[in-house]
């Protein structure tokens, strides 16, 4: 079945500091991967999407590559701020096909806690 | 629009009681997803409908929970006869849905459940 696995948090880092965090999935198929973050008290939103292999998804600063060959869709930003402070989920989808359900399979989650 | 909204943003409830939460999709998204998420946890698919038809259940949706969707439009989420192991946050994500491709999910900001 699907599955994706991430690094276990929480993430500590300081400001400025370089932020990576693993996703590995397991998918039949070729699934569409994001990255989601939720901040304190919020829902979640969509930080970044990749649909097919060797595409780069970018927002805000964030960045992650859709690899095939290692199933991987590591988020990476060069320099976090406090503000970056959240829980980020990485997730996959089947999105296209005529009887995909459209519905998310996620991690569990990482803890990213930036000191000033 | 303003996007995905649910209704209430918190409920506390006894044990053994019936609470029900509401979510408004985006207007002219047909698809409308529940999740729960756990404290530590991603988001787990809970049920899905596109317009008024719900089309899976997950088997994490026990027969106290009941989804309905009668219109196309808004939805409600029943739990009857709440237990302690209920309490999570109950997410809501709407999508659109043409021939053969989903957008991705934008979700609302969750109702969180206590159940003392």
């Known amino acids: 079945g699907n599955s994706v696995t991430q690094m276990e948090g929480p993430v500590t880092l300081s400001e400025e500091a370089f932020l990576t965090i693993n996703c590995t999935y397991t998918a039949t198929g070729y699934p569409s991967l994001f990255w989601y973050v939720q901040y304190p008290g919020e829902g979640l939103q969509l930080l970044l999407k990749?649909?097919?292999?060797?595409d780069k998804g970018s927002n805000k600063g964030f960045e992650a590559t859709y690899r095939k060959e290692t199933t991987s869709f590591h988020l990476e930003k060069g320099s976090v701020q406090v503000s970056d402070s959240a829980v980020y989920f990485c997730?996959?989808?089947?999105?296209?096909?005529?009887?995909?359900?459209?519905?998310?399979?996620f991690g569990q989650g990482t803890t990213l806690q930036v000191k000033p | 629009d303003t996007g995905v909204s649910q209704d209430p943003r918190h409920k506390i409830t006894k044990r053994g009681q019936n609470v029900t939460f509401r979510c408004d999709p985006i207007?002219?998204?047909?698809?409308l997803y529940w999740y729960r998420q756990t404290l530590g946890q991603g988001p787990e698919f809970l049920t899905y409908f596109q317009n008024e038809a719900q089309l899976e259940k997950s088997r994490l949706l026990s027969d106290r929970f009941s989804a309905e969707r009668p219109k196309g439009s808004f939805s409600t989420l029943e739990i009857q006869r709440t237990e302690q192991g209920d309490s999570a946050m109950y997410l809501c994500a709407s999508s659109q849905r043409d021939s053969y491709m989903n957008t991705e999910a934008f979700f609302g900001q969750g109702t969180r459940l206590t159940v003392v």
């Open positions: 990749a649909t097919k292999a060797d």
């Open positions: 997730a996959l989808i089947k999105l296209a096909g005529s009887s995909n359900t459209g519905k998310l399979i």
């Open positions: 207007s002219e998204h047909n698809r």
